[in-house]
């Protein structure tokens, strides 16, 4: 059975720094892409940024780029999300996705509310 679960979600300040864990299980990891998605009240879901375990190639929206850094551990099946300099419109409840496409597996999410 495949497993996502993410962790490290939390309340913070505006200019502060939080790092996101997907901890995965039942699935090949080192052959999938996964990412990272996030969804704030009353918006779509967005993708943030996308690790490819294949090729060592890393995706971020433009939004997120120089303050986001996503990182995989193949040998603890997780992959992070160090996430430094935040703002308020970063606050949204995060999840993570193998593969980055969205149309496979998904974690439950953490949420991460970043206050002015």
């Known amino acids: 059975e495949v497993h996502l679960v993410e962790s490290g979600g939390g309340l913070v300040q505006a200019g502060g720094s939080l790092r996101l864990s997907c901890a995965t299980s039942?699935?090949?990891?080192?052959?999938?892409?996964i990412g990272w998605f996030r969804q704030a009240p009353g918006k779509e879901r967005e993708g943030v940024s996308c690790i490819s375990n294949t090729e060592g190639e890393s995706f971020y929206v433009d939004s997120v780029k120089g303050r986001f850094t996503i990182s995989s551990d193949n040998a603890k099946n997780t992959v992070y999300l160090q996430m430094n300099r935040l703002k308020p419109e970063d606050t949204a409840i995060y999840y993570c996705a193998a593969p980055c496409d969205g149309l496979g597996y998904w974690g439950r999410g953490t949420q991460v509310t970043v206050s002015p």
């Open positions: 039942g699935f090949t990891f080192h052959d999938y892409a």
